[in-house]
């Protein structure tokens, strides 16, 4: 009696092995709102990093006022967290070119999906100082 029991331990342990081969490591699409944060140094372009460390479809940067898109980038496959201003993620396009940010202004960077085939999800918005 003690062999099946045995065989049907085996035959579990191998599945979850290899259920645990086909796990992907890649970021999932973001469904929920990200807590996003903008790195900004005086030598290189701002970096915006947002966690958790799913994908998105869309970053905008804009003027404080809202009066100015200044750079937008879009993917339908999804971008991952840790983009510089004005370099375009490998799978994205840019929509609009990235527009010189003055030091000392004010922007706001904005990341949205698609959820749902049309509606507009904003996962955050985040006012910084360039």
């Known amino acids: 009696m003690s062999f099946p029991k045995r065989l049907r331990l085996l035959f579990a ?3 979850l ?3 645990a ?3 992907s490591t890649e970021p999932t699409d973001c469904l929920t709102e990200v807590d996003a944060e903008v790195v900004v140094t005086n030598d290189e372009a701002p970096l915006f990093r947002w966690s958790p460390g799913c994908r998105v479809q869309t970053l905008q940067v804009s003027s404080a006022d809202r009066d100015q898109i200044l750079w937008v980038v879009r993917s ?3 971008i991952g967290s840790g983009v510089r201003y004005g370099t375009v993620p490998a799978g994205a396009t840019q929509a609009f070119p990235p527009g ?3 030091a000392g202004e004010d922007y706001y960077l904005t990341i949205t999906s698609v959820i749902g085939g049309d509606a507009v999800f904003t996962h955050d918005e985040v006012l910084f100082t360039r």
């Open 76 to 78: 339908d496959e999804g």
């Open 100 to 102: 010189a940010l003055v």
């Open 17 to 19: 092995t290899l259920g």
């Open 13 to 15: 342990l191998v599945l």
């Open 21 to 23: 081969c086909d796990s």
